[in-house]
């Protein structure tokens, strides 16, 4: 919905109250018949509906005036149309002799009105306050039209002819000037010099709308006088347009966001944390029909584009410092990191409220005192890091930061959000309406393609985050969990497709822990252990789910009943465990039937998982398999290639950071030694790296193999506990091999 800011056009529409106003002087205008003309002010600041008055005026003349059968004459003179001074006199009389002349008992005075129209046409009007006067030339030539007359008439004597026919004809003309004050200030004197000497003619009402302070201030300027008491010699009547109050800006306001955000589901509605945002930042920012209306509209164009995909509150409170404070706007959109997320926990001091409070400060200041906390308060309400530094009005007395809720309802202070509040796209980002839409619609058929469509754009994170921050929303609408169950299988079946976008990021969230994140996210909705473990056990049982992933769920468990941790052995309630132990050997049996057919198959696929979970295995007190696993690594090292498989399973990659974040591979020799004899693997891959069968082997596990060469090299270096890239180029370097692919050196 929007509204072009455009006034109204009829009483029906108003919403102001304003009808009775203008029904009174639409009587007072009908009322006046005198010989003089009589000039009517009506006042209000600029954006405050005068516009809209005169609309509902002339309507109400054209009502009254419907069974006469003479009607007013009405004329509706836009000044602001026409360049100077002299094009708004003879526009002015033009279009008078137009109004005329539609009506058959006046075309003589319309044609009166032309021929004195084409007279200013030979003329030079002095400026009102100079010395020659309103009316200061006569006619230099015969003016279109008036080739009957007199060759040198006056303007006076055209005046005058005209008055006469007004007077017999008794015609009552209305002529209504609005928009007085968007004319520069010679302009405006123009106008009143027009209303008051040229075209005073008799029973002629003339309406002018203005902003009283900027005609007054203008007048004053140009006739170097008292502009307020030139007015009161031109305006015999004046009338203030009614002040709208605030609960009727409100009302309106109201009225025209309701229009806009109809169909926002309750739940994605905080309506206290509106309230706050509306009368500690928005109310006041409200002083105008157009201050609203320039919101709404706004409102209304960015929610036409983002709807459903981002937080309403959020969209309204940002889109309040677009309008008011745009050069506000304009800076934050830079800012993401700054102001999204909350500050760190960890830290012992506060240098980083620090730098964010200047940074805060450098942004908003310049701002008078009141706009200052009004933007204030908005920002606080949308940054959880400006209501703390800030302390305003309802600081740590409402908004707490709530991780789950701002991926949720895709709020502002979300990084992954962010961007989306100072655009009309997406940005290639998550779509909201997008994880809504699998979550609680999609067939279960179409749930792999959908999320694989997720993970190719890198959003799969962003996903998880959101389906876990829909948890409880999906458990209220899925009571028997059967959903969830669906869901749970299909994210499983297709993680080892799914890519960490965060991978490269120094400080990120383990792969792992998501998994992890996910499945006891779906488990805690059940209540009862008997539903939790249906739905794990189906998971086990499920061929499409990956050994790793199991292996990884079950430890989960394993942690849990403190089996196989030593001295790290915690204490639990029942009420704690999300399996019971009974439950938990039923998987454990399960999944080690997994791997036994592995490994008996030889299959390679998941070596790195069955290496990282070798003291499992061990644990298991099953002889056979134990036996069974020391087998498949010696087969496994039977050849070069196998050899730098299992080499890449022991070594570890990760970021280092520094003045930068560096790949780093970690190096064990010691753990490493568990499964391999140290110099002969050297010795072995030293010769491969040579060989032709090296360069087909994956670029990941080429780099593996040179970081584990490159840091026995230098394994007795002071403190050398891993490998960088720049260890392995100079050790590739040395060696004349040749790594395809290689990122640029650090």
Not at 237 to 242: A, E, M, S
Not at 434 to 443: D, G, P, R, S, V
């Amino acid at each position: 919905m929007f509204n072009a800011d455009s006034p109204i056009t009829t009483e029906k529409d108003d919403l102001l109250n304003r009808d009775t106003f203008a029904k009174q002087l639409a009587k007072a205008i009908m009322s006046y018949n005198q010989l003089s003309s009589f000039n009517i002010g009506l006042y209000g600041e600029w954006g405050s509906g005068k516009t809209s008055v005169i609309n509902m005026v002339e309507e109400n003349i054209i009502s009254l005036t419907s069974e006469l059968t003479k009607k007013p004459v009405i004329i509706r003179f836009n000044p602001w149309l026409f360049s100077d001074q002299t094009q708004l006199t003879i526009q002015f009389f033009k279009q008078l002799s137009s109004a005329y002349k539609r009506t058959n008992a006046v075309k003589a005075i319309g044609n009166a009105m032309d021929a004195l129209g084409s007279a200013f046409e030979f003329i030079s009007v002095p400026m009102a306050g100079s010395s020659g006067g309103a009316i200061a030339k006569l006619v230099k030539g015969i003016g279109k039209g008036l080739a009957d007359k007199n060759p040198s008439p006056d303007i006076q004597k055209l005046k005058d002819e005209i008055a006469a026919k007004l007077q017999k004809e008794k015609v009552k003309t209305i002529i209504i000037i609005d928009d007085v004050d968007r004319l520069s200030n010679q302009e405006i004197c123009c106008v009143f010099q027009l209303i008051k000497s040229i075209a005073d003619f008799p029973n002629t009402i003339y309406l002018l709308a203005f902003d009283f302070e900027v005609v007054s201030r203008a007048l004053g300027k140009v006739q170097n006088t008292d502009g307020i008491k030139y007015l009161e010699k031109i305006i015999q009547v004046p009338f203030h347009l009614p002040k709208i109050n605030e609960q009727q800006l409100t009302n309106l306001f109201f009225k025209g966001l309701n229009n806009i955000i109809r169909e926002v589901p309750e739940e994605k509605f905080d309506k206290e944390r509106w309230g706050l945002l509306f009368y500690y930042g928005i109310k006041e920012h409200l002083k105008t029909i157009r201050d609203v209306v320039r919101l709404n509209n706004t409102i209304s164009l960015k929610y036409s584009f983002l709807k459903d995909e981002v937080n309403i509150i959020d969209l309204i409170g940002i889109t309040t410092i677009q309008v008011f404070a745009p050069n506000i706007y304009n800076q934050l959109q830079f800012y993401k990191d700054n102001f999204c997320g909350i500050f760190s926990s960890y830290k012992t001091d506060d240098n980083e409220k620090k730098d964010f409070a200047n940074l805060y400060e450098s942004i908003i200041r310049g701002l008078d005192e009141n706009r200052y906390n009004n933007i204030s308060e908005i920002l606080s309400v949308l940054f959880p890091k400006v209501s703390e530094v800030k302390k305003n009005i309802f600081s740590g007395r409402y908004y707490q930061y709530n991780a789950y809720d701002s991926i949720r309802l895709g709020s502002i202070c979300n990084k992954d959000y962010f961007e989306r509040y100072f655009s009309l796209s997406l940005i290639d980002s998550l779509s909201l309406q997008e994880a809504e839409y699998i979550i609680f619609n999609a067939a279960e058929e179409e749930i792999s393609s959908l999320l694989l469509n997720i993970d190719k754009r890198n959003k799969t994170n962003l996903f998880l985050d959101y389906f876990d921050s829909s948890m409880k929303r999906l458990k209220e609408t899925d009571s028997h969990g059967g959903r969830i169950n669906m869901l749970l299988n299909s994210i499983l079946e297709n993680w080892d497709s799914f890519h960490d976008a965060d991978a490269n990021q120094f400080l990120s969230y383990p792969w792992t822990w998501r998994l992890l994140n996910v499945v006891d996210s779906c488990l805690r909705a059940f209540s009862e252990e008997a539903d939790r473990f249906s739905s794990i056990l189906n998971i086990f049982k499920n061929k499409k789910v990956s050994l790793s992933v199991k292996i990884n769920i079950l430890l989960r468990f394993e942690r849990e009943h403190n089996r196989y941790l030593g001295e790290n052995e915690k204490e639990r309630t029942p009420e704690e465990y999300i399996l019971y132990l009974e439950h938990v050997l039923i998987l454990e049996e399960i999944c080690l039937s997994y791997v036994e057919k592995l490994m008996d198959d030889g299959d390679l696929t998941d070596i790195n998982k069955l290496l990282d979970n070798k003291w499992f295995i061990e644990n298991s007190k099953n002889d056979n398999l134990i036996h069974k696993f020391n087998d498949y690594i010696r087969n496994i090292k039977q050849t070069d290639e196998g050899l730098g498989v299992l080499i890449s399973s022991l070594v570890g990659r990760g970021k280092g950071s520094g003045t930068f974040v560096y790949d780093l591979w970690n190096i064990d020799l010691k753990y490493m030694s568990n499964y391999l004899d140290i110099e002969d693997t050297v010795i072995r891959m030293s010769n491969f790296i040579h060989m032709d069968r090296f360069n087909a082997l994956g670029l990941e596990l080429k780099e593996d193999i040179i970081a584990f060469l490159s840091f026995y090299e230098v394994k007795d270096e002071a403190f050398r506990e891993s490998a960088t890239r720049q260890l392995i180029e100079k050790f590739c370097k040395r060696n004349n091999i040749i790594l395809e692919a290689f990122p640029k050196s650090y």
